[in-house]
């Protein structure tokens, strides 16, 4: 087993690295500098001499890409060019939002998917497994915003029993609480977890009606089991590895891909940071948002890594 770590997390490290170089580069081959692309074509020569020479860009790539990675390894961060702060900061700020929201529909992803999942298998080619593919494939087809427009339409505009957008904080000094906080991200959760748990159901049922058919699950059945008793004992754990799989994906997924539902919602989360960097021109918050997004989905495929050998002994000598 901690071989078997050692291995994954070399694997981790190294990915990192990769992500940290290309995400360097990209910025680095924008047409222009980056101070043309911030400034934009009206800017005059001195103020574009003065902006390099605040970004570092005077210097050579190499310098700037080492001065970058330390910095982060560090803990220190460059100044966003809109908000004059430390990127880190703004970050910071913007997961107390994005983090809780994508872990909320998460959770309601897995919830709806095993249930549903597991429903139309033990029912498999009976009506309860048609009705629930055809909902999957209808919650495949639905766009989050588009589904997000609808929850507001009906719970905010029509029934009126939450706000349409915003977020008020998770203290009362920000004019929130624990309690309107979760109310504020319940219709985003569940505009993010629909679609995401229509794919992990259909992901489950497939996984599981194919252990269904696996000969030590019949000798279970021979022996006495349930049907409903071997699903539960027996199969259910063997069928989580494609499940793990595409659930963590998932969940890195919903960690960076709230733009559009963020900005729906009007939620300040690290999606609209990102859209509103984008806008201003601030590649200082880019290049570290995304480097921060790269990193969690690396982290979550090495969490799920870590998973497998859990649930299933043999992977940890493969």
Not at 182 to 211: F, G, K
Request: proline letters at 3%; glycine letters at 6%.
């Amino acid at each position: 087993m901690t071989v078997f770590l050692l291995r994954r997390f070399a694997t981790f490290l190294a990915t990192l690295a990769i992500a940290s170089v290309v995400v360097f580069a990209v910025l680095e081959l924008l047409p222009g500098s980056a101070a043309e692309v911030i400034l934009g074509d009206t800017a005059t020569p001195e103020s574009l001499a003065a902006l390099n020479t605040k970004l570092g860009l005077d210097r050579p790539a190499a310098e700037r890409y080492a001065a970058w990675v330390g910095g982060l390894l560090q803990g220190r961060t460059s100044n966003s060019i809109s908000y004059d702060t430390p990127t880190a900061e703004l970050i910071a700020e913007r997961l107390q939002v994005t983090l809780p929201l994508a872990l909320m529909a998460m959770a309601l992803t897995v919830v709806l998917a095993l249930v549903l999942g597991l429903y139309a298998a033990s029912r498999h080619n009976q009506l309860g497994d048609v009705g629930v593919m055809a909902a999957s494939q209808v919650g495949i087809a639905i766009p989050n915003f588009w589904f997000a427009i609808l929850l507001i339409l009906l719970f905010a505009v029509k029934l009126q029993w939450v706000s349409a957008g915003g977020f008020p904080g998770w203290t009362e000094d920000d004019g929130g609480g624990l309690v309107e906080g979760v109310v504020a991200l319940i219709l985003p959760a569940v505009a993010l977890a629909v679609v995401q748990a229509a794919i992990l159901a259909r992901v489950t049922r497939s996984a599981v009606l194919e252990v269904m058919r696996e000969d030590f699950v019949r000798t279970a059945r021979a022996k006495g089991l349930t049907r409903r008793q071997a699903l539960w004992r027996h199969v259910l754990r063997n069928a989580m590895i494609p499940v793990l799989t595409v659930a963590g994906l998932q969940f890195a997924n919903l960690v960076t891909g709230t733009v559009v539902v963020e900005n729906v919602f009007v939620l300040p989360g690290v999606g609209r940071l990102v859209f509103q960097a984008i806008s201003n021109r601030d590649l200082v918050v880019v290049r570290d948002v995304v480097m921060l997004l790269a990193a969690v989905v690396v982290a979550v495929n090495f969490v799920v890594d870590v998973l497998y050998a859990l649930i299933d002994p043999r992977l940890r000598h493969a």
